[in-house]
């Protein structure tokens, strides 16, 4: 298993994606944008006695959101024209691919206490867990992290008084 | 590192020995969570916590937790969810859920009155009106002579669509004014009584102790009392009543309820205990002076009549507080 | 005054006074300490002790609690740049480069003496000046309650970083983020997506949980194997703080400590909003600018001493007036009335000796958050030395047992598991996260105010321009944003001259 990991880990580590970072911002935002104020119907009532209405803040973000993306669009779109270089973002695979392991114990942690509905369980898994990320070989910090985690459950469940 | 790494043991060995003992007191006693879905600030967390303290000086067998969730429907729409018959668990339910919530926005509510058993209410509070000091109005015919010649009537209330907005759209559209009437929120009651004393909004619906400082600054007048007749005691004696001139009121009230089907021989000591610690005089004393509360234990029939006069006056009013 | 100091000096220096102080100074510091765990939560946690507890006992645990949580907050975010509480994120901005490079000690005592100096500074304001005060802050509206919105709005340039254009974006996402959940003017649902838990909006502490806390574990990933262990041994941290450095902490103090005594007043904002505030003064009055973000000691003395200048400020609403002046204080007022008192200047008259008491207290309580805190910051400072491997899930554990402690609910720590994954997102859009947190600070206050001030006025603009004290805030609004300009036409013409031959 260790071994896999090494070799997969030794052939995404070279692997990296560049992405034009503002030209990427102002493209996404717009978007995300312009799908707020499609929603904005359906996700804020507003009654025709409102001085000031609920959509007119938000909408009023959205067409300062959009017009900064415009800018940003367009200020990159005659770099191009320009020949002159972009601003990129190196974005390594390899890094990705651990964040996502990250992300996936911290999700898996939260479905455990969700599930079981108790807390403890969520935080044992997450100390052995990124024990494990962390290619610990002690057994001493397993031991002091789980001690720790049930330590920390039971000072909320039973000194605070936070039923989990 | 070692010597790190020993300190840390004993944190944790410390922690684990704390953690046991108190779980072992814990459990002592059959022990009943209060939960109130409102603010930890709140009045009725308040009053919640000195029930609590007092409940095991009047009872050997059940011990009172309280705890505050704020979060309104949400955390009873939890508790219910989470909670069978005869679990060793209590919620506050008040107007607010089961008369404006209920008719406003029902699909915020997963539940009904019919999911609670009632076990007492806890205190009742009388709301007053009061009036920028400026406006020089005293009592309800001032009030009326003012209505009758405004073209705008602005009244602060703590939240958009709660009880005090029901009372200022039942009184002020009674009184014939409701297209006149324009309701401003504020975050909370604090907020709003300084907005009416500092001549933001002409007036304010709030309880009686939420005023009570900026009426002693003498930036506002209080009015009247949203109750049937004057009221009886305390700083605001003497203030009529909106009832004794057969406008709507109503009191607020906060109900504690266990889940439905939960035996009547528990529910019948619980309420026992909440009886007699209502009847303490120090509680008594305290809801006066300090909370300016009012001590109202209540029949299942009380309740159903409150929440049914409590939904009339939103069904007739609704228009008001939350135009189409 | 006079009459009334000597009987409550009395009913203040007891044993069992001196001993909550201590007892709740310790825990506010260590709680705030931790990620996850706001000072409001320690309050809400630790409440039920006090009803046993007669009120200036009940009130000096809680003032414990409040004000050494304030410095508290500062600690996590100077060792692991993750703000224990959302007021010590402008800390974070220098306190973690400060001890990245080696200077750990001297990051947490320069944030320890601002936050004592900014705390005893408001203590003595509300001593001296409390009902005066008091009066003037009731005077502001919704018209000048929306001014200052506007004045923190436009902090969003100094924290943007590279592009102010990209710290926009992000702060109208955090805007927007804040008009999740129900209407506060109309009580119609936004954004809920039929979600009921939504409906109450989200709260800051748990956004700032995902934003920062979880958010610095996943970039765990961007290290190397090597960089798991810091060789603190190599870093000679002695905690020394140079006199020039002490030269350079007074006015940001000062300013940051008077910044923090007048937001704090104003009912409804509270320390995120004053250590911002100071922060982005400090940067704009401060001779060398460019540091700010790198490791500036100003920037950590300016957003400390304003932070905990807030608590003795927030007090003077709530005890002449009745008006909690933040949330942690509304919970602490449950302290006094629980013992049979109202707070208002009334109770000046009638209960003078236990309000002095209160108030000669929150000095009392600064001095030991100080004395504390000297004895603290050593073992604070060995959290860069324990390893990894232990620290990243306990730091976890922490932020979901806070995060779920908010509430009460699972639902929290979703919402905390959602901001990271989009903290993480925009980080690799180099995307600033600060500009986020200020729009979910300021975001539901400048809407409600915006929109109430003209329902007030029919529609009315001219409400904004209605008062004197109005026109100050337009000024200032104005001064800032001319400072923004210089700024930027500084840098443009820096970057367009050619460099000077040596």
Redesign the interface.
């Known amino acids: 298993m260790k071994g896999k990991m090494d070799k997969l880990g030794e052939k995404l580590k070279g692997k990296e994606i560049r ?1 034009p ?2 030209l ?2 102002g493209v ?2 717009f978007l995300f944008a312009v799908v ?1 104020m499609l ?1 904005m119907p359906s ?12 959509r ?3 909408e009023l ?2 067409w ?2 959009m017009a ?2 415009a ?2 669009v367009i200020k990159e779109i005659v770099k191009i024209v320009r020949k002159q270089p972009l601003e990129y ?1 190196t ?1 390594n695979l390899l ?5 996502l ?3 996936a114990i ?2 898996i ?2 479905v455990l ?2 599930v079981t509905d108790l ?1 403890v369980v ?2 044992v898994f ?2 052995l ?3 494990i990320y ?1 290619r ?1 070989k002690k057994p ?2 397993y031991v ?2 789980v ?18 | 590192m070692k010597k790190s790494i020993r300190r840390l043991c004993l944190v944790l060995a410390l922690v684990m020995v704390m953690s046991f003992a108190t779980a072992t007191s814990a459990f002592a006693a059959d022990t009943w969570t209060v939960t109130c879905p409102w603010a930890p600030d709140g009045v009725a967390s308040l009053v919640s916590q000195k029930a609590a303290s007092l409940s095991t000086e009047y009872s050997k067998d059940i011990t009172l937790v309280a705890e505050a969730i704020k979060g309104d429907a949400a955390t009873v729409n939890t508790w219910v969810l989470d909670n069978e018959a005869n679990d060793p668990s209590l919620v506050f339910v008040g107007e607010g859920l089961l008369s404006i919530t209920a008719t406003m926005d029902p699909a915020k509510l997963q539940f009904g009155y019919e999911d609670f058993v009632f076990v007492e209410n806890l205190y009742s509070s009388v709301f007053v009106l009061s009036a920028d000091a400026k406006l020089e109005i005293e009592n309800i015919e001032d009030l009326q002579a003012y209505v009758a010649d405004a073209e705008e009537i602005t009244v602060a209330t703590n939240g958009a669509t709660g009880s005090e907005a029901f009372l200022a759209a039942a009184l002020f559209g009674s009184m014939g004014a409701g297209d006149a009437l324009k309701l401003v929120p504020y975050q909370s009651a604090a907020e709003a009584a300084q907005a009416v004393s500092r001549g933001e909004t002409d007036f304010a619906v709030s309880h009686q102790s939420q005023i009570l400082e900026t009426y002693n600054q003498g930036g506002v007048t209080v009015v009247c009392a949203f109750d049937e007749g004057a009221i009886e005691n305390g700083p605001f004696a003497g203030i009529e009543g909106v009832g004794q001139y057969g406008y709507p009121y109503f009191r607020n009230r906060c109900f504690i309820m266990a889940r439905a089907g939960t035996d009547e021989a528990t529910v019948a000591a619980l309420k026992a205990l909440y009886d007699d610690i209502l009847a303490d005089e120090e509680v008594v004393e305290w809801l006066h002076d300090t909370m300016l509360l009012e001590v109202d234990t209540m029949t299942v029939e009380d309740v159903e009549a409150h929440v049914e006069n409590v939904t009339n006056i939103v069904n007739e009013y609704i228009d008001i507080v939350q135009p189409a | 005054m006079l009459q009334h100091i000597i009987p409550a000096s009395g009913l203040l220096f007891t044993l069992q006074n001196i001993l909550w102080i201590n007892i709740g100074v310790f825990i506010g510091a260590v709680f705030a300490a931790i990620p996850g765990l706001t000072v409001i939560l320690c309050v809400i946690l630790f409440l039920p002790v006090t009803y046993s507890m007669s009120a200036i006992p009940g009130m000096m645990f809680l003032l414990g609690i409040y004000c050494a949580g304030g410095y508290g907050g500062s600690v996590s975010a100077i060792l692991i740049n993750t703000p224990g509480t959302p007021h010590a994120a402008a800390t974070m901005l220098d306190g973690h480069p400060l001890s990245k490079a080696g200077r750990t000690k001297a990051a947490l005592k320069i944030a320890l003496y601002a936050s004592t100096f900014g705390g005893i500074f408001s203590a003595l304001a509300l001593l001296f000046l409390g009902p005066q005060v008091a009066k003037l802050a009731a005077q502001l509206g919704t018209p000048e309650c929306f001014m200052v919105c506007v004045f923190g709005l436009t902090i969003i340039a100094g924290v943007s970083g590279k592009s102010m254009v990209r710290g926009i974006i992000a702060a109208c996402l955090g805007l927007l983020i804040s008009c999740i959940g129900s209407d506060p003017m109309t009580s119609y649902d936004r954004f809920t997506f039929g979600v009921n838990r939504l409906y109450l909006g989200l709260d800051l502490a748990v956004c700032l949980i995902g934003l920062f806390a979880l958010v610095e574990i996943v970039s765990r990933a961007e290290q190397k194997p090597g960089e798991l262990h810091m060789d603190t041994k190599k870093m000679h941290d002695n905690g020394a703080i140079t006199k020039e450095e002490y030269k350079r902490m007074a006015r940001p103090t000062i300013m940051g400590s008077l910044i923090g005594v007048l937001v704090g007043i104003i009912p409804g904002t509270g320390a995120s909003e004053a250590s911002w505030f100071s922060y982005s003064q400090a940067k704009s009055m401060s001779k060398h600018p460019e540091e700010f973000g790198h490791g500036s000691v100003e920037g950590v003395a300016a957003a400390e001493s304003a932070n905990n200048a807030v608590t003795g400020a927030t007090l003077i609403p709530l005890l002449t007036l009745g008006i909690p002046g933040d949330g942690t204080v509304a919970i602490m007022l449950s302290a006094l009335m629980i013992n049979g008192l109202n707070p208002g200047l009334s109770l000046f008259t009638t209960q003078g000796d236990i309000m002095y008491a209160i108030m000669l207290g929150l000095i009392l309580v600064n001095i030991f958050m100080l004395l504390q805190g000297k004895i603290l910051t050593p073992i604070f400072a060995k959290v860069v030395s324990i390893p990894q491997e232990i620290l990243t899930p306990i730091i976890v554990i922490f932020c979901f047992a806070g995060a779920y402690s908010v509430n009460k609910n699972y639902f929290d720590v979703c919402v905390a598991l959602v901001f990271c994954v989009l903290a993480w997102i925009l980080r690799k859009l180099d995307m600033p996260p600060v500009p986020i947190l200020l729009g979910l600070v300021l975001g539901k206050m400048t809407e409600t105010n915006f929109r109430r001030a003209l329902l007030i006025s029919n529609g009315s603009p001219k409400i904004f321009v209605s008062s004197v004290y109005c026109w100050i805030f337009i000024g200032l609004i104005v001064l800032a944003v001319g400072t923004i300009l210089r700024g930027k036409i500084k840098d443009r013409k820096a970057k367009a001259a050619p460099p000077k031959e040596e």
């Open positions: 992405i970072v503002d990427t911002v996404v935002f707020v929603l996700q804020v009532a507003v009654s025709e006695r409102d001085v000031v209405n609920g007119a803040f938000p973000l959205m300062l959101m900064c993306c800018g940003l973002k974005i890094v990705e691919l651990k964040a392991i990250i992300i911290l999700i942690t939260y206490c969700r807390f969520g935080a997450c100390a867990a990124f024990l962390f610990c001493l910090y002091i992290t001690g720790l985690a049930v330590g920390i459950w039971a000072a909320f469940r039973f000194l605070l008084n936070v039923r989990f």
